[in-house]
């Protein structure tokens, strides 16, 4: 009697399948029609690994390494592949602690701590032997152990960031991923075998290495590594002041805030970024030229709240601040460019009437009075019914706009009178040694947030905005970041805990029906690692209030 078959529609074809085949299997048959890896598939609607087998007539589609959920399963499992490799070179004894950190040109930088010299040729056999195991196919097992367990096995294998975590799930069960003899947890889904991981390279900068791997719209292209040395520096020194808080991740985090230490972490990690602002201000005022303090970064990096504290500690070293918002200059709505789907283009440099910018504030410069636009966003046009300007011997125009690391953007105004400042929100923070988070979720829960509390917004709208807003950034901020004289990271170590408690009530009111389901799924799998924080114990000047409410500042 031969297996029970099962009916399995991918697009508009029905085919029949025995039970227990599984999708990778299947996904084999189809590979042909995709220039990608199918490297997941969505079962009804559900994301699954390729190893898992067929129970049930189904709708299948795939995911490719094109896809934005491909290409990070791609990037968790070169993660996997790689600390085992460096274990497999360097011998179990001889390491410590492998840690991935943060985003480096299109990588990871990574360190390795033990009794290991990391030159060239160490990275040069590590690279040969993750090559190796892609040669040999070399299978990427998975299994599900008791919560216990697993904290057990990562104490015995040295994996103590890994230990402490889990300490903190509420879940019974702990998913083990291991190639040979080596197991590991990742925060996500993985590939099925090494033989999917033949894009990557090992680059050898700073203390560590960089991984550097394929992006969605390259699948197939190891990307030249372009270091941006500022920004890397900023994200070094906010873990190593992690690290000398003693904390380096989640479960370290946990461990304060259950002993009763998140006062004392709220306050010097308010005291740090007060300093850091404070320090800002002190260049500025060394400089008497300095006129134009151009403030840029992407959303939700708490640009306004920013500004105003800046604008205190400016105050405190005898200068007067001048707030200009470049939105002011939008050029007339008929006037408005608009983008390939004939929709108005309103990120775009050419949606600023840049030749009227530099005008006014040259003639600010030269001390001439000026009356500033206010743009009228119901009519699309610019208003002038604000007293004018003139700029005072102490006087500093604050601006805050997308573009202003652009140099198009002051194009006619004198570098020596230019201050540029890129704020972002660089989250240090890693989920273990082996998981980071990735600074553009700790922006989408500010977001989310943000848009509830302000706008009435839901969450699975910022949700389905979001990529539209990632394009934006990709394209009028982060080329020109290194551009910035000086760059801060308005991140606090202890706000998504803060932010758990604001960000799962509106993400468990997405519908399973709904595209966006997918994404809250994996924010709120995401936040159940942390342990909460009450915003009562967050200082009403801290940047997380311009996100949760109750700011001391008009924003």
Same mark, same amino acid.
């Given at each position: ?10 697009? +508009? ?22 220039? +990608? ?28 390494? @094109? ?17 085992? @490799? ?11 602690? =492998? ?107 700073? +203390? ?30 906010? =873990? ?111 949606? =600023? ?95 989310? =947030? ?23 950034? +990709? ?81």
């Amino acid at each position: 009697m031969g297996k029970e078959m099962y009916q399995v529609q991918i697009g +508009e074809e029905v085919r029949q399948y025995e039970a227990g085949t599984t999708y990778g299997q299947i996904a084999a048959d189809y590979q042909k029609n995709y220039e +990608e890896d199918i490297v997941l598939v969505f079962v009804n609607g559900k994301l699954q690994e390729l190893f898992k087998k067929l129970k049930s007539d189904c709708t299948i589609q795939f995911e490719t390494t @094109a896809g934005e959920i491909g290409n990070k399963t791609y990037r968790r499992s070169i993660n996997l592949m790689l600390v085992k @490799a460096v274990y497999d070179v360097a011998g179990h004894d001889a390491v410590r602690k =492998v840690r991935i950190h943060f985003s480096v040109s299109k990588g990871y930088y990574c360190t390795v701590d033990g009794d290991i010299n990391v030159d060239q040729d160490f990275l040069d056999r590590v690279e040969a032997r993750m090559h190796e195991m892609v040669d040999l196919d070399m299978p990427i097992h998975k299994r599900s152990v008791r919560t216990d367990d697993a904290i057990a096995l990562f104490g015995r294998h040295g994996m103590h960031d890994k230990e402490r975590l889990f300490r903190y799930r509420r879940v019974s069960k702990v998913n083990i991923y291991s190639m040979n003899e080596f197991e590991d947890y990742h925060y996500g889904y993985m590939v099925p075998s090494a033989g999917y991981l033949k894009y990557f390279k090992l680059y050898l900068y700073d +203390e560590g290495f960089v991984v550097q791997m394929p992006v969605k719209s390259a699948p197939k292209e190891v990307p030249v590594f372009e270091p941006q040395n500022k920004l890397f520096h900023v994200l070094k020194e906010s =873990v190593h002041w992690g690290d000398l808080q003693g904390i380096e991740t989640v479960g370290a985090l946990n461990d304060k805030i259950t002993k009763n230490d998140v006062h004392d972490v709220v306050l010097v990690q308010e005291a740090l970024q007060e300093k850091k602002i404070a320090e800002i201000a002190s260049q500025i005022a060394a400089r008497p030229e300095l006129k134009f303090i151009l403030i840029a970064g992407p959303s939700s990096s708490g640009k306004t709240t920013f500004s105003h504290r800046l604008s205190v500690q400016l105050r405190v070293n005898g200068l007067t601040p001048r707030p200009i918002a470049v939105d002011n200059y939008f050029v007339e709505r008929e006037e408005n460019p608009r983008d390939e789907t004939g929709a108005f283009d309103f990120e775009c440099l050419e949606a =600023v009437d840049v030749k009227l910018f530099n005008r006014q504030l040259n003639d600010l410069l030269n001390g001439k009075e000026v009356v500033i636009p206010t743009f009228n966003f119901v009519t699309g046009h610019k208003e002038y019914g604000s007293p004018a300007t003139k700029l005072g011997p102490n006087d500093v125009l604050v601006i805050e706009g997308i573009h202003c690391l652009n140099p198009k953007l002051t194009l006619n105004l004198p570098d020596e009178n230019k201050f540029k400042i890129y704020i972002s929100a660089l989250t240090q923070l890693n989920v273990d040694e082996h998981d980071r988070i990735p600074t553009t979720d700790g922006r989408l829960l500010r977001r989310i =947030v943000r848009d509830a509390r302000t706008r009435g917004s839901s969450a699975q709208r910022t949700i389905r905005m979001w990529q539209s807003v990632r394009r934006g950034e +990709e394209k009028f901020i982060f080329p020109f970041q290194e551009e910035a004289d000086v760059m801060f990271n308005s991140t606090l170590i202890y706000e998504l805990a803060v932010l758990k408690l604001y960000v799962e009530p509106l993400l468990f009111g997405i519908d399973r029906s709904c595209p966006e389901y997918l994404e809250a799924k994996r924010l709120l799998k995401f936040l159940d690692y942390f342990v909460g924080i009450g915003s009562e114990n967050v200082p009403t000047n801290s940047l997380l209030r311009e996100f949760i409410g109750g700011g001391c500042f008009k924003v």
